[in-house]
């Protein structure tokens, strides 16, 4: 099972100084494109056992400060991150060829950014977000489907409460990889690396061999 990408290439002479600014420009090229989800990606963590663990979720916002995506507090996910806040991020477009690898260091958004994402989302997400005892094992899908009416007549008659553990979490990028498929798999990839290892307001940028 083999194909051979050519729709594009990338040179690092080319690419913009700020790797977010570079993501930006990727990311709004998947859109434009119609792609399916593209701002779902990959987030790998590392337990307390040095066990690796990834999972597919759904990034909501980003600007300079980071990427951020939303989960229970109480998740699996989430009790590795509190044990170890390095991440590996990974967004995959392959309609055109391309992915972005990411990895930093995550921190909680603060409560009122979890809350101000969370009156925009329709109402059933906001119910889902006190139905699902995330990552815990349940004995049917009758437990939620009874939660969530419970849920439905508990908040009827008013606006859905941000849960307490529910919320964001920020991923502080200090490297990234651009990785544009190439024919022949002579891909192209360019990394971003801070140029002070403690500061990333500037980076250096170099050439990987695929």
Known sequence: MRR???????????????????????????????????????????????????????????????IVFFTNYESSKAKQLAENPNVALNFLWLEMER?????????????????????SRPQGSQLGAWVSPQSSI???????????????RKFKDGKIPLPDNWGGYRVKPNYF????????????RVIYRPNDHNETSSWEIKRLAP
């Open 4 to 66: 051979d990408y050519s729709q594009r290439a990338l040179d690092e002479s080319a690419v913009d100084t700020n790797p977010m600014k570079q993501f930006e420009r990727w990311f709004e090229e998947s859109v434009s494109n119609d792609l399916l989800e593209p701002n779902a990606f990959t987030v790998s963590t590392v337990s307390a056992e040095n066990k690796p663990y990834s999972r597919v979720v759904l990034m909501k916002s980003y600007d300079e400060n980071g």
């Open 138 to 152: 349940i004995s049917s899908r009758a437990i939620l489907e009874e939660k969530w009416e419970q849920m439905k």
């Open 99 to 119: 992915q972005v690898r990411i990895e930093g260091v995550v921190e909680r958004i603060s409560k009122l950014e979890s809350l101000n994402y969370f009156v």
């Open 177 to 188: 990889e651009f990785w544009q498929g190439r024919s022949s798999r002579l891909h192209d």
